[in-house]
T-cell receptor
Framework: EPEVTQTPSHQVTQMGQEVILRCVPI?????FYWYRQILGQKVEFLVS????????KSEIFDDQFSVERPDGSNFTLKIRSTKLEDSAMYFC???????????????FGPGTRLTVT | GQNIDQPTEMTATEGAIVQINCTYQ??????LFWYQQHAGEAPTFLSY????GLEEKGRFSSFLSRSKGYSYLLLKELQMKDSASYLC????????????FGGGTRVLVKP
């Protein structure tokens, strides 16, 4: 069964450093997402991406964040200058299409645990 | 903004039934999803409702009332492996198709 993959599974970085989290969405999917989950808290939407541009972003997704689809398979999230509060599990997700009356559920990757020290 | 509420924790016995309620307030409603999340793992899709009524999928069923802003997930014939968090998520009809999640309900299944 196709699945979303993410690398690395765990990233430790120092405050102020740049990190890039990588995702390979399911191959025939067209819509890509990043979510984060701070330990013990709820899953929060960061950004959605379609046709090589951002469709929607949350208040969390400020100028320190960026996303890119550098080639036909990868989807990346970059944090330019990490803060302690960026420590969280970051989930990539993809869906075949936009949901309207059909499901087009989002499939989540296993996550990257980011620890900022 | 959206507000999604669900109980924090529930305990049930193996073989029993548990119902997890979710209430939401949102604009541009375009579907309600239930995901299961085991500790340290990714959410996995369980069920989806966009119209009022009951959707049954094996041991799991989900119900939606749009007028009441209410959904529930019913887990029947509980198994130990069902111990997990269950996340209620609402999809808006905006361009981005984002999901807004509730805080999750941790279900503990006891023998």
């Amino acid at each position: 069964e196709p699945e979303v993959t993410q690398t690395p599974s765990h990233q430790v970085t120092q405050m102020g450093q740049e990190v890039i989290l990588r995702c390979v969405p399911i191959s025939n999917h067209l819509y890509f997402y990043w979510y984060r989950q701070i330990l013990g808290q709820k899953v929060e939407f960061l950004v959605s991406f379609y046709n090589n541009e951002i469709s929607e972003k949350s208040e969390i997704f400020d100028d320190q964040f960026s996303v890119e689809r550098p080639d036909g398979s990868n989807f990346t999230l970059k944090i330019r200058s990490t803060k302690l509060e960026d420590s969280a599990m970051y989930f990539c997700a993809s869906s075949e299409r936009l949901g309207t009356s059909d499901i087009y559920e989002q499939y989540f990757g296993p996550g990257t645990r980011l620890t900022v020290t | 903004g959206q507000n999604i509420d669900q109980p924090t924790e529930m305990t049930a016995t193996e073989g029993a039934i548990v119902q997890i309620n979710c209430t939401y307030q949102t604009s541009g409603f375009n579907g309600l999803f239930w995901y299961q999340q085991h500790a340290g793992e990714a959410p996995t899709f369980l069920s989806y409702n966009v119209l009022d009524g009951l959707e049954e999928k094996g041991r799991f069923s989900s119900f939606l009332s749009r007028s009441k802003g209410y959904s529930y997930l019913l887990l029947k014939e509980l198994q130990m492996k069902d111990s997990a968090s269950y996340l209620c998520a609402v999809r808006e009809g905006a361009a981005g198709n984002k999901l807004t999640f509730g805080g999750g309900t941790r279900v503990l299944v006891k023998p």
